[in-house]
């Protein structure tokens, strides 16, 4: 089983910016997968932020973040980042990185072979 840990959570201001890191370990033998981000606002549901392949070639961003935030990978050190720039009051939440089937890429399909434990992010106006 693979087991995903998120770092790089915090707190700032609004226009700030954050970097959050997910570190992927354990077996997987999947050619290719999907890493995502994604978090979840008190009493929201949990929503997709941005995804990528296993090789780095297909990039998804939901609307709300597109061009704020960059996804990016580093698989010799099996690692996922999410770059968050410009950040805003309702970016706050907690953000949980994700593996998942690569045909589930972009769909933001919850439907994933595992969960991180989730980071805090909090944005002040």
């Known amino acids: 089983q693979v087991q995903l840990v998120e770092s790089g959570g915090g707190s700032v201001q609004a226009g700030g910016s954050l970097r959050l890191s997910c570190e992927a370990s354990?077996?997987?033998?999947?050619?290719?997968?999907?890493m995502g981000w994604f978090r979840q606002a008190p009493g929201k549901e949990r929503e997709g932020v941005a995804a990528?392949?296993?090789?780095?070639?297909?990039?998804y961003y939901v609307d709300s973040v597109k061009g704020r935030f960059t996804i990016s990978q580093d698989s010799a050190k099996n690692t996922v980042y999410l770059q968050m720039n410009s950040l805003k009051p309702e970016d706050t939440a907690m953000y949980y990185c994700?593996?998942?089937?690569?045909?589930?890429?972009?769909?933001?399909?919850?439907?994933?072979?595992?969960w991180g434990q989730g980071t805090q992010v909090t944005v002040s106006s």
């Open positions: 994700a593996a998942q089937h690569w045909g589930l890429c972009g769909t933001w399909s919850k439907n994933v072979y595992a």
């Open positions: 990528i392949w296993s090789d780095g070639t297909r990039r």
């Open positions: 354990g077996y997987y033998s999947r050619n290719n997968y999907c």
